[in-house]
């Protein structure tokens, strides 16, 4: 636990304060946070690690690898595998025995006329698409990465704020009980102080339960069991939408893709050219001696437009799905980038808002602190103020955590990965 600037202006001056700073400076040590904060990941290793456990990485090997056979086919001189032929025929009767004809050969697919070099140009469009869509899953899971980030964030600072607002209700507890005996104050102030910190323990665990919650999904998304380290905060850009961002990519890379498929299609109309090579041995029989021959063949399939309009039709329509698509994701990713932005400005404005009337009531409860032990303002007037004090510091703190949120979703928005 950290010390926190708004516990000095609350109780100036008093033992209250000099007891609790004490506590909080005794709980964490310097050498351990700076030795905490040199074992933390950065947020890019978080990435990272969340990336090798997900599902989407699994899918993006597959693809590339489906990719990378697609273009060893297209590389391959032979349109598809070869195949083997034998047959062999015996004469029956008496006047054909001892006749046999045996045949063996080989059916070589070929290409047709650029099919080839299009089938090759199909199979790399096939493989900057997989690329492309694994940078496009990256940046999914890095903005998986930035929530939980900001949640958890957002969480320990709820909690720090509750554990120290219960440490002080407990010191000015224990200040009220002797002055009770003393003959200061009356009984009941000392059961409203220690309900007041029964109330304060409850919420810390209340906090510290969320917050052990959150620190369980973290784990659960990138296997780490602690958070990256502290980085400075982002600031908003303030160009439009580039080019290079990854769904825009990813969206380009499939219009490519389809429009290659659609290549493709078009020079195959039907099966390719086959060429066949055989070897044929004939025994007449009758001490005739044997005759060997060789036989070349060529296949050649007449492909319709009729019978290739349904694969082009097919192309046609998924080249129109991928342009309508690309429009929608510009389209998308700017609002979304619009809307990062004002964001990031109204949760500044908030934040500004905030830590001035945090610094407000801090100094209100000052006052009524030093009225309190100056006897001039009674026990539940300061715990008000102690209350709305460390409420409106609870407040300013989530509300730095959304600021810091708001500006990972504007980057997030803008395609940046860690």
């Not at 989407?56 to 083997?84: C, F, M, N, Y």
């Not at 209350?387 to 803008?414: D, K, T, W």
């Amino acid at each position: 636990m950290k010390s926190h600037p708004w516990l000095v202006p609350w109780l100036a001056g008093s033992a209250l304060a000099a007891s609790a700073l004490g506590c909080v400076a005794q709980a964490q040590p310097a050498s351990t946070t700076a030795a905490s904060a040199a074992t933390r990941p950065t947020l890019a290793q978080a990435v990272e690690a969340a990336w090798q456990r997900s599902v989407e990485a699994t899918q993006a090997q597959g693809r590339q690898r489906q990719a990378r056979a697609d273009q060893a086919v297209a590389g391959s001189w032979l349109a598809a595998p070869p195949a083997l032929q034998l047959s062999q025929r015996e004469g029956r009767g008496n006047a054909a025995d001892g006749q046999r004809e045996t045949e063996v050969g080989i059916a070589l697919p070929l290409w047709r006329l650029g099919a080839r070099a299009t089938a090759g140009q199909a199979a790399q469009a096939e493989l900057d698409w997989s690329a492309a869509a694994e940078q496009a899953a990256r940046l999914h899971v890095a903005g998986q990465v930035r929530e939980a980030l900001g949640q958890w964030t957002a969480l320990e600072a709820e909690q720090r704020l509750a554990a120290l607002q219960g440490e002080l209700l407990g010191r000015l507890a224990e200040d009220v009980d002797r002055r009770v005996q003393a003959g200061d104050l009356a009984p009941a102030d000392a059961m409203a102080a220690r309900a007041e910190w029964l109330a304060s323990q409850a919420l810390a665990a209340d906090a510290q339960q969320k917050l052990r919650a959150q620190q369980a999904q973290w784990q659960l998304l990138t296997g780490l069991a602690v958070s990256p380290q502290a980085r400075p905060a982002a600031t908003a850009a303030t160009f439009d939408l580039s080019a290079a961002h990854p769904e825009l990519q990813l969206a380009a890379r499939a219009v490519e893709r389809a429009q290659r498929k659609l290549a493709l299609a078009q020079a195959q109309r039907g099966d390719g050219p086959e060429l066949g090579v055989n070897l044929r041995q004939e025994r007449p029989g009758q001490g005739n001696p044997t005759q060997n021959s060789v036989g070349v063949a060529l296949r050649l399939p007449f492909g319709t437009q009729a019978h290739a309009q349904p694969r082009i039709a097919a192309a046609l329509s998924e080249v129109d799905l991928a342009l309508t698509q690309q429009q929608r994701t510009r389209d998308r990713l700017a609002a979304e980038l619009e809307l990062a932005r004002s964001q990031v400005q109204a949760a500044q404005a908030q934040a500004n808002l905030e830590a001035q009337r945090a610094a407000l009531l801090r100094q209100r409860a000052a006052h009524i602190d030093k009225a309190f032990r100056a006897g001039e303002s009674p026990l539940p007037e300061l715990l008000r103020a102690l209350g709305a004090a460390a409420q409106a510091e609870a407040a300013s703190e989530r509300q730095h955590a959304q600021l810091h949120l708001a500006q990972a979703r504007l980057q997030q928005a803008q395609g940046f990965l860690p």
